[in-house]
């Protein structure tokens, strides 16, 4: 199991990134909380992480925020929910944020995710219950400065991060499109089109 890595950033296109460790190349998918607290490209990085092994893929997930790593350790043990849909969910809501649905039955908020259909958010909010009786709430994870990245792309980018967390393409460029601002990055596109959709 690998449980933390630390090296240099040397590539973040969302939600997957490359990490120099010791002249090894780990590849990453992280959760979009993570990623936007990520600190740029060339300098250091240290990620909890949770290592999952299939017949037919081999992965490694990273987190900031240890507490995120627990909450998606406790999401993919949940019967129709795996590794895809755990960081979805914590891509489209704070750790907090999703423990709050929880502790407050809202399904509505649960069921705007990609993947996540009533049942499935009535699944996530009965077995959640039991497992995050002791949770301590953090606040959401504090946001750094990310560097821009040119103008060219940036709606593209921000589309297929979006599509690979679980969106279907129409949905994503809907997304992406209602947010659109002059001289936004990616990852301000994909902060908003997600923060925007939680709060409908």
């Known amino acids: 199991m690998i449980g933390r890595i630390n090296g240099i950033l040397l590539e973040k296109q969302a939600p997957q990134l490359l990490i120099d460790v010791q002249g090894i190349g780990y590849e990453v998918l992280v959760s979009m909380n993570t990623f936007f607290d990520l600190p740029l490209i060339g300098e ?28 998606f350790r406790a999401l993919v043990k949940i019967s129709g929910v795996g590794p895809k849909m755990a960081l979805a969910i914590l891509s489209g809501m704070t750790a ?8 407050t039955d809202n399904a509505a908020a649960l069921v705007k995710l990609p993947g996540v259909g009533k049942k499935t958010a009535e699944r996530l909010l009965i077995e959640m219950r039991d497992r995050i ?40 460029s809907r997304m992406v499109s209602a947010v659109a601002t002059d001289n936004a990055s990616s990852e301000d596109l994909i902060r908003m089109a997600l923060k925007t959709l939680v709060k409908k």
């Open 133 to 172: 009786k002791d949770w301590q709430g953090g606040g959401d994870l504090p946001s750094v400065s990310i560097e821009q990245i040119p103008a060219m792309g940036v709606f593209q980018e921000a589309e297929s991060a979006l599509v690979s967390l679980g969106y279907k393409p129409q949905e994503a």
């Open 44 to 71: 250091n990085v240290t990620l909890h992480t949770h290592f999952v092994v299939r017949e037919d893929i081999q992965q490694l997930y990273g987190f900031v925020d240890h507490r995120e790593r627990e909450l």
């Open 96 to 103: 907090d944020e999703f423990v709050l649905c929880v502790q």
